[in-house]
């Protein structure tokens, strides 16, 4: 598998009615399942520029979840029911 980040996975799917071999990429956080990139494939070797999508949607995305998520830097969220009500 191509060195695109520690925590992700590839899944290879055939599709035999098609005969087209499928790869996706995911990554699995406490919080959410991404699905980072999917593809036809069609060589030996995984094309430069879906590893480079890889990583732009995944920097994209940890940007994103350290603003705007706290859960995603390690806290946890607070329950909204049982918070007392004033």
């Keep these: 598998?191509?060195?695109?980040?520690p925590r992700v996975h590839e899944l290879r799917v055939q599709d035999r009615e098609s005969r087209s071999n499928w790869r996706i990429f995911s990554r699995i956080d406490r919080d959410a399942i991404l699905v980072i990139?999917?593809?036809a494939k069609k060589t030996q070797k995984t094309p430069r520029?879906?590893?480079d999508t890889c990583e732009a949607r995944l920097e994209?995305?940890?940007g994103a979840a350290t603003l705007d998520r706290?859960?995603?830097?390690?806290?946890?969220c607070q329950?909204?029911?049982?918070?007392?009500r004033p």
Excluded: K, L
Aim: proline fraction near 11%.
């Design 1 to 5: 598998m191509p060195d695109v980040s």
């Design 37 to 39: 990139e999917w593809f």
């Design 49 to 51: 520029a879906a590893i």
């Design 60 to 62: 994209r995305y940890d």
């Design 70 to 76: 706290p859960q995603a830097r390690g806290y946890r």
């Design 79 to 84: 329950d909204s029911r049982s918070t007392p």
